[in-house]
DNA sequence: CCTCATTCCTGCGGGC
DNA sequence: TGCCCGCAGGAATGAG
C-alpha cells in the first residue's frame, strides 16, 4: 500500500528516469485510468503529446510532474499503483494502463495498477499545484508544515485521532497501516478523542508518524522498479519493522500483550491494548 | 464548514 | 474440488 514513503520513492524514481524528456506518445489501455481527466482520453493524450517533464514533485501521496506547457500530470497511485521505467521490449503485464513513451527512445513510464484505484489526469495550468491538490494538507516533511498550528487544529476536531490522521486536508501521507504504526509508538489509542489530546501527545505522535516514515525511506521503499533493481512490493520493511500493522495475536514488542485487530471505518486498526488504552468516555 | 458512511475495484485465501 | 464471501483501502461524493 503506498503511503508517504512509498511515494516519495516513487518520485525519486521519476526525477531520475523522466525529468527532461519529452513525450512522444501516450497509450490509454483502460479508461478507468484516466477517469479523473474530465475532458476525456484523447484529451489526455493530446496534453501529453510534445511535451516536456520539467521535474518530479509530491504532496502527501500525490505525486505531480510538472509541464513545459505549464500543465501537469497529476498521478495516484490509489492502492495498487505503480509507476515504473522499462525498456520497450519488456512486455506488458496484466494491469497495464497507461503507457507514456519518449521522443530519445529511452525506457518507456508505465502506470500500472491492479485494483485501478489509482489514476493520472493533466491539470491545465497546475504546475506549481495541481487544483485536485489544493484541498490537500501539507504532509509533515513539508518545511511549511507547522507542528503548533496542526496541533491547534487536531484538538479542534471533533472526532477520533485515527479518522483526524487518515483525512489528508489536515496532515497528508498516512495511511491506514503507518496510522497505527504512528499511534503505537506514541502509545495513543486510535479511537482517542482528537479534543482531549495533550500538547505532548501531539508531539509523540508526530514523532512517530516521521520516525516511522523515514525508516521505512531509509529501508529504501517498495514500489518502484524500473532503472533501479526489481524491487519485490511486500519485501524488506514490511517484513521486519512493522510493530502494530498486520501482527493480531502477535506479542507487543514493548509488553508482550496480543495485539488486537478491530473494525474500523471499513479496514482494520491494529494496536496493544495495555499500551494504548482504550479512552473512558464514548466520544 | 464539519463529520461520516458509502462507493469504486480485483486477487487472494478461508470456510464449507 | 470448487465456489462464495470477506478482506485489503485512498479519496471523491453526498447526506445530514
Redesign the pocket.
Known sequence: ?P?LPEVETVRRGLEHTVVGRTVARVEVRHD?AVRRHVPGVGDFEAALRGRTILAARRR???LWLPLDSGDALVA?L??SGQLVALAADVPDG?HLRVRISFTDGGPELRFVD????GGMQVDPGGAELPH?LR?IGLDPFDPRFDDKVFTQALRA????LK?AM?D?GLVSGI???YADEALWRAKLHYDRPTASLTTGQVKALLAGVRGVMTEALAAGGTTFDGLYVNVNGQSGYFEVSLDAYGREGEPCRRCGTAIVREPF????SFFCPYCQKRPRQA?
Not at 157 to 160: I, S
Open positions: 500500500m503511503e478507468r502527501g501521496k500525490f495516484h490509489g492502492m496484466p491492479q485494483r485501478t484505484f485536485p484541498h476536531r471533533r472526532t477520533g479518522r487518515l489528508q495511511g491506514n497501516m471505518m471499513n479496514r482494520s466520544r
